[in-house]
């Protein structure tokens, strides 16, 4: 990603993240996701089908994409790891900068349902 690609694609509010699947297939995800040092990071259920992905394949792509998913720019090649401890608080910060409010309530009702404590973070490298 060039300097003027990393811009466009950090404004966006959605990135489309697609992991790998054991067939070879990458599944897509709108995401919400937050810039830090060159690294992106994102949050998800703990149990959802992207995790388990990552947990046998480090192998993704994003793009600039709508709520709803649709692709609206480039799409990059990346890596991604799921992250634990101290990341994990590293990820939800940059995540709270980038979203404010939206994040915060997010949490509100993810903590009201139990599922704050369930969710994994993670951190995609563009290639």
């Not at 994102?42 to 192998?59: E, I």
């Not at 404010?100 to 993810?110: N, T």
């Not at 349902?113 to 563009?126: E, F, L, N, Q």
Request: proline share 2%; with cysteine; aromatic share 14%.
């Amino acid at each position: 990603m060039n300097t003027q690609q990393i811009k466009e694609f950090e404004t966006s509010e959605y990135m489309s993240f697609a992991t790998l699947k054991k067939s070879g297939d990458f599944v897509a995800t709108p995401v919400w996701f937050a810039p830090l040092e060159g690294s992106y990071y994102v949050f998800s259920a703990g149990n959802a089908g992207k995790v388990k992905r990552l947990r046998n394949f480090t192998d993704a792509t994003i793009a600039r994409c709508t709520a709803t998913g649709k692709v609206t720019g480039e799409v990059f090649e990346a890596d991604a790891y799921l992250l634990e401890g101290a990341d994990e608080k590293l990820a939800l910060k940059a995540l709270h900068r980038k979203y404010g409010f939206k994040m915060k309530v997010a949490d509100f009702f993810s903590g009201l349902t139990g599922k704050t404590s369930k969710r994994a973070y993670i951190r995609v490298d563009p290639r």
